[in-house]
């Protein structure tokens, strides 16, 4: 079968708790970074950027997290927050994407955020064809106001996604998947 098809038909996810080193190198994940950015973007807004999370600044970005934690859970447990700190040590190479809004402009706000998508998306697949483990998470951190303001987010951006990338330390599970039939229906007029 052609090499794309047959990765489309068979990428799925490697939990991050799943993933080993290593992860892609620099070469690697400017490769990965260039698939990312290459999606479909009406308008040429280039509505997203992207923020590189690798070796210490993932552990750094883990104090940031603790932080955060506390700050909206005051009444937890000190150990729970500590969690947070190895958050983004679990893969090699973390790729958070933003998703950067030009607002009152004739593409809509949708489109904009839907070209966000296509760029996690696109770096999942280049990860997978690259022999990575890779998966697309949001988590509580997507939707803090405290981390929000800790990566200097404007008022128009928002977390799209956070790309783990790695190896897998074994065979992921299938996950059952939709069936055709289900959500694919000749229109009827
Ligand atoms: C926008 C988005 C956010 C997600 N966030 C999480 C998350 O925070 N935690 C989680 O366990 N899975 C999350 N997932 C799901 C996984 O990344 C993944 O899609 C799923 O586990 C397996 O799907 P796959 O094998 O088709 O990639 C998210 C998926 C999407 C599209």
């Known amino acids: 079968m052609n090499p794309t098809l047959e990765l489309l038909l068979t990428r799925r996810s490697v939990k991050a708790i799943d993933m080993i080193e290593p992860g892609p190198d620099a070469g690697q994940i ?12 009406h308008g040429k807004l280039g509505p997203w950027r992207i923020l590189r ?17 506390r700050a909206a859970h005051p009444d937890d447990a ?25 607002p009152e402009h004739k593409i809509p706000q949708w489109e904009q955020q839907l070209s966000a998508g296509a760029v996690c998306q696109n770096l999942l ?25 800790a990566l200097h987010l404007s008022p128009h951006e928002r977390l799209a996604g ?3 990338i790695g190896s897998a330390a074994g065979t992921p599970p299938e996950r059952p998947r939709p069936v055709l039939e289900d959500v694919v229906r000749d229109w009827q007029p």
């Open 162 to 164: 956070w790309i783990h």
């Open 125 to 149: 697949l280049a990860s997978h064809a690259m022999g990575f483990a890779a998966q697309w998470l949001t988590e509580w951190f997507s939707y803090d106001a405290t981390v929000a303001r």
């Open 53 to 69: 999370f690798t070796g210490d600044r993932r552990r750094a970005f883990g104090e940031v997290l603790v932080a955060a934690w």
């Open 30 to 41: 400017e490769t990965i970074l260039r698939c990312g950015i290459r999606v479909p973007d």
């Open 78 to 102: 000190p150990a729970r927050a500590e969690l947070e700190r190895g958050r983004l040590e679990r893969a090699p190479v973390v790729l958070a994407v933003v998703s950067r809004i030009t």
